[in-house]
């Protein structure tokens, strides 16, 4: 089967990503469609607005197919760790196509920019390497580097959050072929809505003011966040657990953290009497090297208890969150195939025999669900990750997740 494969966070899942799942499969032809979504945290360190196994049915419901989990160790981590985690699990469930959204849309120009700087890769970065060294944050120091090196006419190109991400993606594909579809209204750190499109950002903004998104996102989308309203998760939920994370940690422990550099973990230490709110965390720990989204994943890992030698090691998995009846068929060729490398999991408590890499691995995502629980009040028991299982879009089928 013909499958396209789409690397999100759905946070939520808006029109924005239901235009760029219909063009996806108009422009590839797929029979199927797969998901890569990040789980309890985000790529920037924070709670997603609802949980995994939520957003996942959200997206099924909306029209992909098949909705599995990129591990917390990549789907919580810069860039390229992201891009190498999604495109991993997309390989290897055999889809045909990967698309991304993309400020260019301009899949010709993004490549040849991309093998640009694979040739130029050495020299990038030593670039980066300097000036990071000299004090400039990474986004920074890589995108002037860039500049420097490859040229101002890629400027247009490089100054853009998804374009940047493309090119990540780009970098680790070697099987499916890329597809871009131009982003859409709103850019991606923009608050206010354009139309009928804003910013994953700007809708949990207007829900935290108390806005009407009803023309922002899908109808189902619209019904599911009223439905689970109580249960809408932001930043602010993890101070708490944050300030009783640091202050049972010895400062020893916060330092060998990842991404705890440059005695970031003394501050933590020194600073957590005074904070009265996450944004006072982020605020106080923030540098002109160490970027907001920087030091919000730094938290994340903090309270994770996530270790340099963790992410070294993680190994990668495809863990199914939903389906419908054609990403069931679609799942059960490629275990059929035998051309999947990486274990698939349905049902934990029952599949075993891991390496000890993917236990450790495995172990972060179990612990961040029950940190995203504790923090949401919920029965610790009854939701997690030992207990729930896969959603299936089939009324008749919905209590029986076996595949």
């Not at 499969?25 to 360190?45: D, L």
């Not at 009783?244 to 550099?261: D, M, P, R, W």
Request: with cysteine; hydrophobic share 40%.
């Amino acid at each position: 089967m013909r499958a396209v494969g789409i690397i999100a966070e759905y946070n939520p899942f808006h029109n924005g990503h239901l235009h760029h799942l219909r063009q996806s499969m108009e422009q590839t032809g797929a029979e199927v469609s797969a998901a890569v979504i990040s789980g309890n945290f985000t790529q920037r360190g924070s709670f997603a607005i609802l949980d995994k196994w939520t957003r996942a049915e959200m997206t099924v419901r909306n029209g992909v197919n098949l909705v599995v989990e990129m591990p917390t160790l990549f789907a919580c981590n810069n860039a390229g760790y992201f891009a190498k985690g999604g495109v991993e699990i997309l390989e290897n469930l055999g889809v045909t196509h990967i698309s991304f959204g993309s400020e260019s849309g301009n899949i010709a120009e993004l490549l040849r920019i991309s093998r640009e700087m694979q040739a130029h890769k050495d020299v990038i970065n030593e670039a980066v390497r300097a000036a990071v060294k000299e004090g400039q944050a990474y986004p920074r120091a890589r995108a002037e580097a860039l500049h420097r090196i490859l040229g101002e006419d890629v400027s247009a190109v490089i100054d853009s959050p998804n374009n940047l991400l493309a090119l990540e993606y780009l970098r680790f594909m070697k099987s499916a072929q890329p597809v871009t579809v131009r982003r859409q209204g709103t850019g991606y750190y923009d608050l206010e809505p354009k139309g009928t499109m804003a910013s994953a950002t700007g809708i949990r903004k207007t829900l935290a003011d108390g806005g009407d998104i009803s023309r922002l996102v899908p109808d189902v989308t619209r019904e599911m966040l009223l439905a689970h309203r109580a249960e809408i998760m932001s930043e602010e939920d993890l101070y708490l657990l944050l300030v009783q994370k640091i202050l049972t940690t010895s400062s020893e422990e916060l330092n060998a953290v990842f991404g705890a550099e440059e005695g970031l973990g003394n501050k933590m230490k020194a600073g957590v009497r005074y904070w009265k709110s996450y944004d006072e965390i982020v605020e106080d720990l923030k540098s002109k090297r160490y970027t907001r989204t920087r030091i919000g994943r730094l938290l994340a890992m903090t309270l994770l208890g996530v270790r340099r030698s963790d992410v070294k090691h993680a190994q990668n998995y495809i863990r199914v969150l939903a389906f419908d009846e054609t990403g069931s068929r679609y799942l059960k060729e490629i275990k059929k195939s035998g051309s999947c490398t990486l274990p698939i999991l349905t049902n934990i408590n029952r599949e075993g025999g891991f390496s000890r890499e993917i236990q450790r691995t495995l172990a972060k995502d179990i612990l961040a669900s029950d940190l995203y629980n504790f923090a949401c009040g919920r029965d610790l028991y009854a939701y997690s990750d030992h207990v729930r299982k896969p959603f299936r879009l089939n009324a008749e089928a919905e209590a029986e997740t076996e595949i």
